[in-house]
Every structure is written in C-alpha cells, then in structure tokens.
C-alpha cells in the first residue's frame, strides 16, 4: 500500500544547532516528493519538492532535502536552526498515477531551545 | 506573490446546520481541492475538482459534502448537516498540473 511516515512524532533542537527530519515512503516507483511547514495557526507553506534530477534540493529559509531511492526517503535537513523555525512539519507524496492527490505524513513537530 | 485565500478564518456552528467554506484559489490554477486536519491529527485528503467535476474524493467524503465552483472565481465546500466530529481545520488548494499545491490559511470549524 502506498505511505508515507514520518517516524519522529516531536523533535527539539537547541537553537544554532542541525536538524534533520525524516520521511519515508513506501510505493513502487518515485513520486512527487514535498515538505510543507505549518506555523502555529497558520497554513501550509511548502519548502521545497523533488520531481526529478538532482537528488539534492534547496528551499525556502535555507532547508535542504535529499531523495535517497535506495532508501525511499526524502529527509529534511537544515544546517543551523534558528527560533523561528519552530513549527509542525509535514512530508507529503504525490504517488503518479493519481493525479495531483498529496498524501501527508503525520508531521514531526518542532521545537527550539534558545 | 498570488495566494490561495479563506473565508471564514473560524466558523462556529451548532450540530445539524449546514455550513459553506469559501475559497479563492489562485487565478490561473486549474485544479482545487480541499482537505481537512482535525486537531492533534494528520492532515488528509478530501476531495480534487477539475474541469468543474470532481476528480477524486476520499471516504471521508461522504453525502453531507459537497463542492462547487459558482463562479470564475470561488470554490465553496459544503457540509449540508454538520456533525461534531467535524470539527476541523479545513484547508483549501489550488494547482496547476502536476505543481505544488497552494493552500490557504485554513477556515476552523468548530461544531457544538
């Protein structure tokens, strides 16, 4: 069955610190891959998505994510976390095949210490 | 930079009435959807509408539900008789083929 996990429920970073948060998806070929952030009350803003090419991509507000195949993930990585980046995070799949449908992880919230 | 937008921010209704979330998709986006995060839970997939007919829709997408496009402009979800547990954050989206999907802030529905 085609899934996505985001296996870290809570996460908490000192502020300065790196980050990395996790996504796996479970499907037989390569989707559309996607992170979106949701501030407190807020919507969802996406960060950063991987068609294809490059398996290494920058996004908004310094972000990176890496699509490993062999491993079926798409982790969220940010070298140095700042205050403001305190907020829910969500790994989202497009599995081709059904048109433009996202499915969401179950988000991995994040806090930072100052 | 254009921006999906909703109205209302926070809707609070009693159980049974009928209610209408609005949205404004961006203008040149051709596919809309709607999906719902229930409070503490994750976010999930409701319903796509392109080409003015619905594309998919999930389980949760029941009778009660329904979508329109009144207009160039609009995008409305209906729940003709609301239920407790629908209380939610509802969130709008719009995109082009096979593009990111832009959501809105979301409309809070609150049924008591």
């Known amino acids: 069955a085609q899934s996505v996990t985001q296996p870290d429920i809570h996460i908490t970073v000192s502020e300065g610190a790196s980050l990395e948060l996790r996504c796996n998806y479970s499907?037989?070929?390569?989707?559309?891959l996607f992170w979106y952030v949701q501030s407190p009350g807020q919507g969802l803003q996406l960060l950063l998505k991987?068609?294809?090419?490059?398996?290494l991509v920058q996004g908004i507000k310094g972000f990176e994510a890496e699509f490993k195949r062999s491993q079926s993930s798409f982790n969220l990585r940010k070298p140095s976390v700042h205050w403001s980046d305190a907020a829910e995070y969500f790994c989202?799949?497009?599995?081709?095949?059904?048109?433009?449908?996202?499915?969401f992880g179950t988000g991995t919230q994040l806090k930072v210490e100052l | 930079e254009p921006e999906v937008t909703q109205t209302p921010s926070h809707q609070v209704t009693q159980m049974g009435q009928e209610v209408i979330l609005r949205c404004v998709p961006i203008?040149?986006?051709?596919?809309f959807y709607w999906y719902r995060q229930i409070l503490g839970q994750k976010v999930e997939f409701l319903v796509s509408?392109?080409?003015?007919?619905?594309?998919?829709k999930s389980e949760i997408f029941d009778d009660q539900f329904s979508v329109e496009r009144p207009d160039g402009s609009n995008f409305t979800l209906k729940i003709r008789s609301t239920k407790l547990e629908d209380s939610a954050m509802y969130f709008c989206?719009?995109?082009?083929?096979?593009?990111?999907?832009?959501f809105g802030n979301g409309t809070r529905l609150t049924v008591t």
């Open positions: 989206a719009s995109s082009e083929e096979y593009s990111p999907l832009h």
């Open positions: 499907y037989g070929a390569t989707p559309y």
């Open positions: 991987y068609f294809s090419g490059d398996t």
């Open positions: 989202a799949v497009v599995f081709t095949g059904g048109g433009n449908k996202l499915t």
């Open positions: 203008s040149n986006h051709l596919y």
């Open positions: 509408f392109y080409n003015n007919e619905i594309s998919e």
